[in-house]
């Protein structure tokens, strides 16, 4: 296909079901981009040459449609839109395959940055990256203050057993990758295991938040929150975790991990926990045990990439040197664990 027509998106295709479904929305000959960075489900820009819009759908040739729920992600965008927590507007949802090959949605597209490394904030400055990063956390104090039954999120997951579930699920995500010995990970495990801390009332939980699935607009506020596939009802500390996780500094040079901590500017990890807990009314007691659940969740997601590596699964730039950095985040696991006890 040519680059105005990317693979996965048909617009010969689409251009029909637009004119149906939201007559008048398109007003020209459509083009489309893939947009890139996305972690699985496949995101690309289309525009008529005045608007723009944005088509997610599931990767090629994927299988596990629980994995790649579009119906999911756009229920919540449109259950969340009239809030004051920043979404882009959801446009149309498709569930015929004969459109695309795969079920998508379509929504505006929404102006901003999205920041994967700290070297991309560096040009905005300390003072620009410091309200940015304070932004995110006042953001996730919003998503969390949505009451999901007023929203019709009730029985968008299982509260009850959340933390339980999600450790044994993750060990399950080990065992499935296991081909070299991981000193500390079992340990980190069984630690974590023992120590479950009783979870708060339950939210609308991300599951994936940090600075580079949201866009900030020039004014370094938040414009849209994006990537909702982990999405579901549960204990909201875990996206404050994983947010202190990708706030702490790697101690790894060159990581082909990105994280924004060392930018100049950044806040550190207590000053986002203490803004956090004074904005939401949480007890943030036990987020070092949030923390060090998000250093094993990642671990065990870079070891399955690392494995796939191993067994020629998986190619690009980077993916050579995944398997050495797992260690380091079973590392801070540990010792994340062991300074919150």
Known sequence: MSPDHPPGLDLDRLRPLLDRERP???????????????????????????????????????????????????????????????????????????????????????????????????????????????????????????????????????????????????????????????????????????????????TVVHGDYRLDNVLIGPDDTIRAILDWEMSTLGDPLTDLGLLVMYSTPLGAPDSPVATTAEAPGHPDPAELVARYAERSGRDVAAVSWYTAFAWFKLAVILEGIHYRYTLGRTVGRGFDRIGELVPVFIRHGLTTLQEGQ
């Open 24 to 202: 008048g929305l398109v007003q020209g000959a459509l083009t489309a981009r893939l947009i890139e960075g996305g972690r699985s489900n496949l995101t690309y820009a289309v525009t008529d040459g005045t608007s723009r819009w944005v088509v997610r759908r599931p990767p090629l040739g994927h299988v596990l449609a629980t994995a790649h729920d579009m119906k999911r992600e756009h229920r919540v965008i449109s259950a969340l839109h009239p809030t004051s927590v920043p979404v882009p507007t959801p446009l149309l949802l498709c569930e015929d395959e004969e459109v695309l090959g795969a079920p998508f949605y379509v929504m505006d597209f929404v102006e901003g940055t999205p920041y994967r490394t700290a070297d991309q904030l560096v040009p905005i400055g300390p003072e620009r990256t410091r309200d940015a990063v304070l932004s995110l956390v006042d953001t996730l104090v919003e998503l969390h203050a949505v009451d999901p039954g007023e929203v019709g999120l009730a029985d968008f997951g299982r509260p009850e057993g959340f933390l339980d579930r999600q450790l044994r699920r993750w060990g399950k995500q080990l065992d499935a990758s296991r081909n070299r010995d991981l000193p500390g990970i079992d340990e980190l495990h069984a630690a974590l295991g023992r120590s479950l801390p009783d979870s708060p009332a339950p």
